[in-house]
């Protein structure tokens, strides 16, 4: 579980960089009751990225791993992306 805290924690500081450094919107919802984790990012009323993961108490872990290396190396892409587009303007 400590590779994916360490998962669980980029995921919610590129959320923050998200909020803080650029225009994009993102939202990361942990729902116990629903047993899902959501991570979104939207640029105005424009969706750019959604995850969901059901049932995610009764995801096999390395499979759950995996699936939250895909989001953090998607945020890492949209990221990349914007700070290119950042350099490129100023």
Known sequence: MDANLSLFNQINSLSYWF????NYKSSVV???EKDSYFVKIKKGKQHLYTYHINDFSKKNKRFLQFELIAVVNSLL?????IVQRQRTSA
Not at 19 to 22: A, D, N, Q, T, V
Not at 77 to 81: A, Q
Request: charged content about 35%; glycine content about 0%.
């Open 19 to 22: 909020i803080y450094e650029s």
């Open 30 to 32: 942990l729902d116990a």
């Open 77 to 81: 892409h949209i990221k990349e992306t």
